[in-house]
């Protein structure tokens, strides 16, 4: 055990193992063995405990990572997932696909010169340590109120808001138009980044803390909104966005050209054992052709490491600008190098060829101009430079947006900005439609589960004042049962499925 903080002098920065590229390229297997006692213990006393904690600054869920860190490296470990679970409702899952050389250890202060803490690999253990340990415990809320929320998706941002109210003794039904839990996180994250079973036994653990979930369940299709709200006090909306972007360019129509989340679902679903007549024909299987990606996000990311386990010929990646300037986890960026993906920087497609079928992207040359308003550097096309790239499997990662929203709940009174995400009012979380609140990427577009788990518990907590408010505004009325209702002042006329609060029982 680390006697000890401030080690990050004497100490290098050491990750937990990693799987030699060869090796980890023939299954979909974690590409990371989890860290010993010791050595986490050793890597986490490498913090310099710094007054201003840059780390848990950075963090969407502010994480108190200094105190959680101190308690590893003393070996305090139960500790440390009391501290670390208080803030995050799903610590092992951000602790495998956060992008942290974005986030905390973007910033940690030690960060030049000495390599940052590895912040992630920490969290990782402590919570799958808490697993293994029993330590990990569902929902069990100190009283029950009759008052129930309805949940519109399953993925991080509904599951985090489920665990905090349950937690407040509210009946919570989630309802998802797939057939699992998890959202992106079961059909739109490979499971080398994070395995099925890691998302199963969380679903597992809200059923058994009283969350209920209604499964292949469309709002707009099953139910309305409206119908939504008539059966709950409050209702909130937190689907995600996955209606992907693309890009209009000639030969679109051609076969085997197809969008990133087809690609993935396809995957993941194989992975799980479904059956998938479109991977089993060969139009959404990599095996044996070369593929290019179009993106340079971390859902890009997904889709070459992913081609490369199926067994891809060639694996290229093009972007437009260069690695300075990706979005994507450079991280990741690396991971792919090492399993033999080629980046294509500072280059753009152009057209795709072919006649029946794609079998070649036609691509231009990019500089990076002037910077724009937002302060990127403007790609412009390099005169001359079009280039046929061979591609027999082509696939768009260019992003998502929300689907068409509000058509899609029912709700045509439903508030949308002009982005296309639920408007609401971002100091009570609150829709334009009473009890109707959202969270995550329906209303912040496209981002990290980091803050999908924010963005859910920040709902959870306007949806419990809310509801208490409501109850307190209950106007009092008298019991005409007893004298007349004469003797009756100051009784709050109950309302049946809002107003009462029992204590649980056991």
């Known amino acids: 055990m680390a006697e000890s903080l401030l080690k990050f002098i004497e100490i290098a920065q050491e990750h937990p193992q990693k799987r030699a590229a060869g090796q980890r390229t023939a299954d979909f297997q974690e590409i990371y063995q989890n860290y ?3 050595n986490a213990a050793e890597q986490a ?6 007054g201003v904690p840059f780390c848990q600054i950075h963090c969407p869920l502010h994480n108190n990572i200094p105190d959680w860190l101190k308690m590893t490296a003393e070996g305090r470990l139960e500790e440390a997932y009391e501290i670390s679970s208080a803030t995050n409702n799903m610590p092992e899952i951000c602790g495998r696909i956060c992008p942290q050389d974005r986030l905390c250890e973007g910033n940690c202060v030690i960060e030049k010169g000495f390599e940052s803490v590895t912040i992630g690999s920490i ?8 697993w293994d340990q029993g330590w990990v415990q569902p929902p069990k809320p100190r009283q029950e109120r009759d008052q129930s929320v309805g949940i519109v998706g399953a993925g991080p941002g509904g599951m985090a808001a489920a665990e905090e109210l349950r937690r407040l003794g509210y009946q919570v039904v989630i309802y998802d138009r797939y057939d699992r839990v998890g959202g992106l996180l079961i059909y739109g994250i490979p499971s080398f980044k994070l395995e099925k079973e890691i998302v199963q036994r969380r679903a597992d653990l809200l059923k058994e803390g009283g969350v209920r979930f209604e499964l292949n369940f469309e709002v707009g299709r099953d139910a309305s909104l409206q119908e939504l709200r008539d059966r709950h006090a409050a209702v909130l909306i937190a689907t995600g966005v996955y209606k992907a972007r693309d890009a209009a360019l000639p030969g679109v129509g051609l076969g085997n ?7 993935l679902t396809a995957s993941n679903r194989k992975g799980l054992g479904d059956a998938v007549p479109e991977f089993e024909s060969g139009a959404l299987d990599a095996k044996g052709k070369h593929v290019v990606v179009l993106g340079g996000g971390d859902t890009a990311m997904d889709c070459v490491r992913t081609a490369v386990r199926q067994g891809a010929k060639s694996v290229k990646c093009l972007y437009r600008r260069d690695l300075e300037n990706m979005p994507g986890s450079m991280r990741e960026v690396q991971h792919a190098q090492e399993e033999g993906v080629e980046f294509v920087w500072l280059t753009a497609p152009e057209a795709y060829l072919g ?5 070649g992207v036609r691509a231009v040359r990019i500089r990076l101009g002037a910077p724009d308003a937002t302060g990127r550097q403007t790609p412009e096309i390099v005169g001359g430079s079009a280039h046929e790239i061979k591609a027999n499997l082509v696939i768009k990662a260019l992003g998502f947006d929300p689907e068409d929203l509000p058509t899609l709940f029912g709700e045509p009174g439903l508030s949308v900005t002009g982005w296309g995400t639920v408007g609401i009012d971002f100091r009570s979380r609150m829709t334009n439609l009473d009890g109707v609140f959202a969270a995550g990427d329906i209303v912040r577009g496209a981002s990290l589960v980091v803050w999908a788990v924010r963005d859910g518990r920040d709902a959870a907590a306007s949806i419990h004042s809310h509801l208490q408010e409501k109850l307190a505004d209950e106007p009092i009325e008298p019991d005409s049962s007893k004298n007349g209702g004469s003797n009756d002042k100051g009784k709050k006329k109950q309302t049946p499925g809002r107003r009462r609060v029992r204590q649980s029982v056991g």
């Open 45 to 50: 006393a490498r913090c310099s405990q710094c």
């Open 36 to 38: 010993l006692l010791p």
């Open 355 to 359: 006649d029946d079928v794609v079998r």
């Open 123 to 130: 969290e990782r253990y402590i919570t799958d340590t808490a």
């Open 257 to 263: 050209i197809i969008q990133s989340m087809t690609f």
